[in-house]
């Protein structure tokens, strides 16, 4: 079961180009510092930008770093059922051992062609899928009842939750109880989604401190909830600070005043205003990133 902390791993670029050597580094970095799990090519990684060779890339060179010291989760979401299907599959062959899997955008499905779609995703690639319901970029909402409808798929196994809705996540687990593994899809409900019943999150303040959110979750899954509750207000700040722009502008723009990335963008996505800027500056100066 996928659980602790899980990092929704951006995609550095150099010139326009995948920045291999510093995908590399990003990846020892959190294998060093307790990641359980690193999530390439979802809405942090910028997929929507990538072509589908650089996609099928960067899952390749994340799995070859990684060599099995921590799962990877690939992010092959479409609203394409075809295209969900064959990178999904790319994946399994990749040696990936979990796919993300984004609810169609765009198209607006009825909850009956959101149960359609991820069957067949999960059914033709045969690789455990975390589905990943954020309504605020796909214009379409998966209700608890039809999560339920697709909880006992032998290769559905857990939803990452983005709805920022803490009583659609309740609900979600008193209908599929424990055949998934809930995840939390923002930084600031980590811990309430864990009290309810959550095992984890996949993250994006991660990229930057590691460490903090990975001994947040495994304080609470080891019960030392105390810890867990003040590693959290701890965080919170920065947490908000990592949405102050479209994600993720924000944590690629702290990555790159931390000396980990250039902080390359693509476009649409462009750089920080300067009020944002400065905005983001004093919430890393406040947590002792930056001086």
Known sequence: MFQGSMVALVTPFTGGRIDEPALRELVEFHIKNGTDAVVPCG??????????????????????????????????????????????????????????????????????????????????????????????????????????????????????EATGNLEQMTRDIVLCGDKLSFLSGDDTLTLPLLAVGGRGVISVVANIVPRDVADLTHAFLGGDWKRAKEIHLKLFPLCQAMFYETNPIPVKTAMALLGMIGGELRLPLSSMSESNLNRLKAAMRAYGLIS
């Open 43 to 160: 809405t942090t990684g910028e997929s929507p930008t990538l072509s589908h060779d650089e996609h099928r890339r960067v899952i390749r060179l994340v799995v070859e770093v990684t060599n099995g010291r921590i799962a990877v989760v690939a992010g092959t979401g479409s609203n394409s059922t075809a295209e969900a299907i064959d990178l999904t599959r790319y994946a399994k062959q990749a040696g990936a051992d979990g796919a993300l899997l984004v609810l169609p955008y765009y198209n607006k499905p009825t909850q009956a062609g959101l149960i359609a779609h991820c069957r067949a995703v999960a059914d033709a690639a045969e690789l455990p899928l975390i589905l990943y319901n954020i309504p605020g970029r796909t214009g379409v909402n998966m209700l608890p009842e039809t999560l339920a409808a697709l909880a006992d798929h032998p290769y559905i196994v857990g939803m990452k």
